[in-house]
C-alpha cells in the first residue's frame, strides 16, 4: 500500500460531544498509527472540512484563514453543554468542533511522531457525489437531491461558504 485516504467523519449530527469528538480523533490518530507501521506507505491525505478553520463566515466581516487557524469557537461551545438539554443548534458546533479536534490531533501526530511518510490534508466546504449511506442525507452529499426533490429554497438558507478575496 503506497497511500491512506482518510474520507470517513461521524456525520450523525449527534448534539452530544461526547458521542462524535472522541471518536473522530481516535479515527485518525489509529489509522495515522496504522500507517506508522507499515513501511510501504508514502503519503496520508486527510479529509477534513472548512469547519476545521473556521464556522460559516459573516458575510459582512473580513477574515483570512491559514494553517494556524482553527475553529476554537466551535470546540469551546460543543464541550460548553456536555449533557442534555443541548440547544437546536448543538449539532453544528459538536460536527465543527470534531473536525478541528481530529485535525488537529493529525498535526500533532505529525509533529510528535515524524511518520515516514507525507501528509496533507483537505478542507471542502462541500462534498457532491453519489450517496454511499442508505440513511439519506446525513451531510453535503445530500443537498443536490434536496434541491432536486424540493427546490432551491434549501440553498437560499445556507451560510455564505469561503471566497477569496484578492
Sequence with gaps: MHGVIHTASIVSFSADPNSVIPQTVAGVTSLLNSASRETSVKSFVYTSS??????????????????????RAQIKEAWSIPSAPFP????????????????LALWKFVTDKKPHFKVN?????ANFGELL????????????????ENGVDFVRGLPPGMFLCL
Design 50 to 71: 472548512s469547519v476545521a478553520a473556521v464556522a460559516a463566515g459573516e458575510p459582512t466581516k473580513n477574515f483570512s484563514i491559514d494553517s494556524s487557524t482553527w475553529n
Design 88 to 103: 437546536q443548534t448543538h449539532p453544528f458546533a459538536v460536527y465543527g468542533a470534531s473536525k478541528a479536534e481530529a485535525e
Design 121 to 125: 490534508s483537505i478542507l471542502p466546504d
Design 133 to 148: 449511506s442508505s440513511q439519506g442525507s446525513l451531510s453535503t452529499g445530500g443537498w443536490v437531491r434536496i434541491v432536486f
